[in-house]
């Protein structure tokens, strides 16, 4: 027979054992989950919103549009418009002939 203080002895170590294994269980689910959360949160924070990039868009050519309407003052600032427009979207400024000659002499 075994004796009743060895047995309590070992029944308690077999529970603390067990204990710990559930909280390491639950520190690596709860580890798990906050990286989820991390990841997803970045990669909502770095994706832009479909209907943001629309409207800032359509935002730049309203201003491109009222620019020469209202006159060849701001003529320059709708090229300056279009040129951010075009470099928003990764596409290549489109220089005029003049602003080509002027870097022609200067060069």
Same mark, same amino acid.
């Given at each position: 027979?075994?004796?009743?203080?060895? %047995?309590?002895?070992?029944?308690?170590?077999?529970?603390?054992?067990?204990?710990?294994?559930? %909280? @390491?269980?639950?520190?690596?689910?709860?580890? @798990?989950?906050?990286?989820?959360?991390?990841?997803?949160?970045?990669?909502?924070?770095?994706?832009?919103?479909? @209907?943001?990039?629309?409207? /800032?868009?359509?935002? *730049?050519?309203?201003?491109?549009?009222?620019?020469?309407?209202?006159? !060849? !003052?701001?003529? !320059?600032?709708? %090229?300056?418009?279009?040129?951010?427009?075009?470099?928003?979207? /990764? *596409?290549?400024?489109?220089?005029?002939?003049?602003?080509?000659?002027? *870097?022609?002499?200067?060069?």
């Amino acid at each position: 027979m075994v004796n009743p203080a060895i %047995r309590a002895a070992a029944e308690r170590q077999t529970r603390e054992q067990t204990r710990e294994q559930t %909280r @390491e269980q639950t520190r690596e689910q709860t580890r @798990e989950q906050t990286r989820e959360q991390t990841r997803e949160q970045t990669r909502e924070q770095a994706r832009e919103p479909e @209907e943001l990039f629309g409207d /800032g868009r359509q935002a *730049l050519e309203e201003l491109s549009a009222k620019a020469v309407r209202e006159g !060849s !003052s701001d003529a !320059s600032r709708a %090229r300056a418009l279009q040129r951010l427009a075009a470099e928003r979207a /990764g *596409l290549p400024t489109v220089t005029s002939a003049a602003t080509s000659q002027r *870097l022609g002499r200067t060069a």
